[in-house]
């Protein structure tokens, strides 16, 4: 019998079979089609702004996507570098044909995982608890836990102009009962909808009527074990284009033809404001005259080029004239319309911050069905959902990550606590503790936690240590040495325009003047540390009093985390509270004051009685 | 556990004494920091100590008795402070506005009270009272914050919190789609204007909220002049057009209040008249010095001059000393002829008015002055209850503080991401005025200002 079984072979269920298996429990992932493991049906890029700080969290956890995404990226690069250290992150652009199969690799090659091709259309359930699946032909396969991790899939509709089909991207099999049956169990269903550009044939592009965008000219890696697997030169480069006024005007005239306007009168799914189609950004922002499209390769070993930002519903007609009257792609040949996607999720208030759910015990989801978008807020939710499976088979207590120690944990939080409008996409603005979630520093933050749960090994841990202690010694150093002020110095100062001391001042009194770099302290000073380490206590030197100042604001959040509610609490008994305040905590059922708080629609006033409430009833402990 | 919570502990209204209760673990340290007598935080438990009340900038506000009471027998089971301050609203509220500035949290409504409960103070019955007194009195304030700031000065703020978002947005955009080259890119060159508008603006709700609790609270109005100028005739003047009657309250401030006046619905709280119905020369008798000092406790002065007089040393100093000060000047007895060199004294026009009390010359125009020189047209008549609005001030000039911090980052040259957390923090004080999450009108700003995606 399985210990555990992932239902999805999407980046969240990947991550999750990964997990449970390097923790040594038997699992089984099932997958409608092993040939799509890992599959990229949208964007081909990994990281972006916070996403790529996800990334790095999922490796310093001990998950897989930046080590599979590292080896397999046709170019990478640092966004925001020109910006402050807490808004860094990488972007790599993904190969859709290397990914699936590196990553396809890695999972055959841990013994304790087996692969099945099957559609899962049931659980197996016994009074509350999960017991298994069952899949399309009525077979059962028991296991303790399961994790389902279907993305799209769930009565997943295509819609092309005034077309809706019943199947999943790459015209797979959706699933079509799995959603009714968990509806059945108790979930709370919603519909969401997302949409993708078409792809086009590179062959059939004018690349001289575009821009370049190559990578950056400096090795990255989003794996803090793994060293650069790709040569700078050979990088893949994208391309820049524009919409223009004819492409606005094909829009406008054939508008009623896209299933979002009008095409289609049933649709119910609520797409990602972040992903307006171009319909949607042509109509709302009448005056403006271009869009930005970026033009990004698939793969190396095939010519499908990806065209960012043009997402529309439009019928195939309407989608060629469109596409041909844009700079470069006049002759383009279309492989792939564009379509949008409708499929259901379950509403996310129904989870544990554990992402176990509150209707079923021993059932996980993670990823697409819990109404977030992106592959890497699929994999870091695959990757908590596996490891806290994991902890409650071995009768451990779950790994709940804060909204002060990663994005995962704002990713989660916002989540269960505050529900959906639309897919979840990360956003910086998204993480109030922003200047802590660094890109620099997730390890730091994070792989402690991994050793502890036994997904981070001797040796990773050894390494992390070693930057610590060497971090706490620069800083030292820093503070300690006084730079005196000799004529070579003063020379070099006035040499890079930099006001020269009065006095001779410290190094850490130096570091913390804007002008001043640590690349500048090396040309005064041997600075005897790794270039890591200099830009670790640089940000922590030259930010320290927003830092600090961030820090204290965690620590007030964790203070009142610290008041527990009790998981039996009845709302209904707690008098006086506000109606509205009442329903609301009644549907996400706060575990802490601190989430109780966020939850909108509970006020102040109702947490003050709430908190009055739980002293009486439950003593001291509050 | 808890911050430190004040609130007014007596009803209010005129009464001989009011009493201003703090409770936390800062209470001690807090009014400490205020009160200029002895060391407080040194205090034995249930002690009480003779001083006085100064504020930021050493200026002594009230003479007081403090009582200095220990966690944990106390009514809160906290640290207690309790400060007797003299009656009257306006010492009564300074009070409450200074511990409002040095890190005390206004109590909501029966919070001392459940405190007293949830330290183990008070048992159940008690509490379930209160806590129907929590919801009671919590739907009232819900409703009275809606419209606690008069329609100007909320709209003002509601401006204001518009511009920042759209701020906010747009260097989030920057951060979170960095590659869209034709979103405008933020920068700490393109922030400084923008930040000094922000800036304007708070300074300019905070005059005219001030102005809205002069409205509730009377201008402090004190008459200046030489014997026989005509003060009293002004006085009287205005008075007889009132129809108000003169009488002697312990109000305001603790020199004698002379009269009110409801000058087109702003009232006038005339003080320091000692001198004014005597025949005595009050600049001579007092001296200069203390003239000086009478003149900063008025919110606003009336500084009347004989036409047919000239002007001595002691009354030149006096007119040089008004500086900023909101003042109107009254050139009495224009029927007489003129003996007041104008160009000499060099006042501003707009500050002068030309009357003949006796022949009532010259009183509609002196009222039109007063009205102009607070503002007070801007304000609509809406009254703003007075606790709200001293929270209100309070969240406002912490903001004021954080915007100079802000532009004190700018000079600093550090990354725009930094300073936006600033920023956002002082857009979610200026929220708490009424009241609405960031998150969800930051992104709707983002997504509905800004053309991005996939």
């Known amino acids: 019998m399985y210990e555990i079984i992932v239902v999805g072979g999407g980046h969240a269920g990947c991550e999750a079979a990964h997990a449970c298996a390097i923790k040594n429990h038997k699992t089984l992932l099932i997958t409608g089609n092993i040939k799509n493991i890992a599959d990229m049906p949208c964007n081909p890029h990994i990281g972006g702004s916070a996403k790529g700080i996800v990334v790095r969290e999922i490796d310093a956890l001990g998950g897989i996507m930046g080590r599979i995404a590292d080896k397999t990226h046709l170019q990478i690069k640092m966004l925001n570098s020109a910006k402050g250290p807490a808004v860094q992150s990488l972007r790599a652009q993904g190969d859709k044909i290397a990914y699936p199969k590196e990553m396809l690799k890695e999972l055959n090659s841990l013994s304790f995982l087996e692969i099945k091709e099957a559609m899962v259309e049931d659980l197996m359930v016994e009074e509350g608890v999960v017991k298994g699946v069952i899949l399309e032909d009525g077979t059962e396969i028991s296991s303790k836990i399961v994790i389902l991790t279907t993305g799209t899939y769930l009565k997943a509709d295509i819609l092309v102009g005034n077309t809706r089909t019943r199947k999943g991207p790459h015209d797979e099999l959706p699933s079509n009962y799995l959603s009714d049956n968990l509806k059945r169990y108790g979930f709370q269903i919603i519909r969401l909808k997302t949409g993708t550009p078409q792809r086009l044939d590179r062959k059939t592009i004018d690349f001289s009527k575009t821009k370049l965008e190559p990578g950056d000219n400096k090795y990255l890696t989003f794996s803090y074990d793994l060293e650069p697997c790709y040569k700078i030169e050979e990088q893949e480069p994208c391309y820049l284009t524009y919409t223009t006024e004819e492409t606005h005007k094909i829009i406008r005239e054939n508008l009623n033809k896209s299933s979002m306007y009008g095409a289609l009168d049933d649709i119910k799914g609520v797409g990602p404001r972040y992903c307006p189609s171009i319909e949607d950004k042509v109509v709302r922002f009448a005056d403006k005259e271009r869009h930005q499209l970026f033009l990004e390769p698939e793969s190396r070993y095939y010519d499908d080029i990806y065209l960012q930002g043009f997402s529309t519903s439009m019928p195939p007609e309407v989608q060629e004239k469109m596409v041909h009257s844009l700079p470069g792609l006049e002759n383009a040949k279309i492989v792939k319309y564009g379509y949008a996607i409708e499929y259901d999720a379950i509403y996310p208030t129904q989870l544990n911050a554990s992402l176990e759910t509150k209707v079923l015990k021993n059932l996980f989801t993670a990823g697409q069905i819990n109404g977030t978008s992106g592959y890497e807020e699929a994999a870091c939710q695959g990757l908590m959902a596996g490891i806290n499976a994991s902890l409650k088979l071995e009768g451990k207590e779950p790994l709940i990550l804060k909204r002060s120690e990663a994005y995962i944990g704002v990713l989660i939080d916002d989540l269960i606590t505050k529900g959906i409008r639309d897919p979840y996409r990360l956003l910086t603005s998204r993480a109030e503790f922003r200047l802590l979630l660094r890109h620099d520093n997730a390890d730091l933050r994070l792989r402690e936690y991994g050793y502890q749960i036994g997904t981070i090994n001797e040796e990773q841990i050894t390494k992390l240590r070693t930057k610590d202690t060497q971090i706490k010694e620069l800083q030292e150093y820093m503070k300690e040495t006084k730079l005196k002020i000799t004529p070579e110095r003063k020379e070099i100062f006035l040499k890079n325009n930099i006001a020269v001391p009065a006095a001779s001042l410290s190094l850490e009194q130096l570091i913390k003047r804007p002008e001043i770099t640590m690349d500048f302290l090396s040309q005064l000073i041997e600075i005897p540390f790794t270039e890591e380490i200099k830009e670790q206590v640089s940000i922590n030197l030259k930010y320290e009093g927003y830092i600090n100042k961030a820090y204290k604001e965690a620590e007030k959040l964790i203070k009142l985390e610290k008041k527990k509610i009790p998981a039996d609490i009845d709302y209904d008994l707690v008098k006086n509270i506000a109606s509205e305040a009442r329903q609301k905590l009644k549907e996400v059922r706060p575990t802490t004051i601190a989430q109780a708080i966020r939850i909108s629609g509970v006020n102040p006033a109702d947490i003050s009685i709430l908190s009055v409430y739980l002293k009486k009833e439950y003593g001291k402990d509050e | ?454």
């Open chain 2, 1 to 454: 556990m808890f911050d430190t919570i004040c609130a007014i502990a007596t009803s209010r209204g005129n009464g001989a004494i009011s009493i201003i209760r703090v409770s936390g673990e800062e209470s001690v340290k807090i009014v400490n920091h205020i009160f200029k007598g002895k060391n407080l935080e040194k205090a034995d438990s249930h002690t009480i100590h003779y001083g006085h009340l100064i504020d930021k900038k050493q200026k002594e506000i009230d003479e007081v008795l403090v009582s200095i009471m220990l966690a944990p027998r106390t009514y809160t089971k906290e640290n207690i402070v309790e400060i007797n301050t003299h009656g009257g609203l306006a010492p009564t509220n300074k009070v409450l506005e200074l511990l409002l500035e040095n890190g005390c949290r206004l109590a909501e409504p029966g919070e001392f009270t459940k405190r007293a409960f949830l330290n183990g103070r008070i048992d159940l019955t008690e509490a379930e009272g209160v806590m129907d007194k929590i919801n009671a009195i919590t739907e009232k304030q819900n409703e009275l914050a809606t419209n606690q700031m008069n329609g100007k000065v909320s709209d003002l703020i509601n401006t204001l919190r518009d511009e920042m978002i759209q701020i906010i947005a747009n260097i989030n955009v920057n951060m979170d789609y960095p590659e869209y080259d034709d979103v405008d890119i933020i920068t700490n060159d393109i922030m400084i204007p923008k930040i000094k508008k922000v800036k304007e603006s708070i300074q300019k709700i905070l005059k005219e909220s001030k102005n809205g609790r002069i409205i509730k609270e009377g201008i402090t109005t004190s008459i200046i002049g030489r014997p026989n100028v005509g003060k009293s005739s002004l006085l009287n003047a205005l008075l007889e057009e009132e129809k108000a009657i003169v009488t002697d309250i312990a109000g305001t401030t603790r020199d004698i209040v002379e009269g009110h006046i409801n000058i087109n619905g702003i009232p006038l709280n005339i003080i320091d008249t000692a001198g004014i119905r005597s025949t005595e020369d009050v600049i001579e008798a007092m001296g200069v010095e203390k003239s000086l000092a009478m003149m900063n406790q008025a919110d606003l002065i009336l500084f009347v001059l004989n036409n047919n007089e000239e002007i001595t040393k002691e009354i030149e100093k006096l007119l040089q000393s008004l500086g900023n000060k909101n003042y109107i000047i009254i050139l009495n007895k224009i029927d007489l002829p003129s003996k007041v060199d104008l160009n000499h004294i060099k006042i501003e026009q707009d500050r002068l008015v030309k009357m003949s009390i006796v022949n009532k010359e010259g009183i509609e125009e002196l009222k039109q002055k007063i009205v102009d020189l607070f503002n007070m047209t801007e304000i609509e008549e809406k009254d703003p209850t007075y606790l709200s609005s001293a929270r209100s001030i309070s969240i406002l000039e912490n903001a004021l503080t954080k915007i100079e911090e802000v532009e004190e980052s700018i000079q600093n040259n550090l990354p725009i991401d930094m300073i936006e957390m600033d920023i956002k923090v002082i857009w979610e004080e200026l929220g708490k005025i009424n009241g609405s999450t960031y998150e969800e009108e930051l992104l709707d700003e983002m997504f509905s200002r800004f053309c991005l995606g996939k």
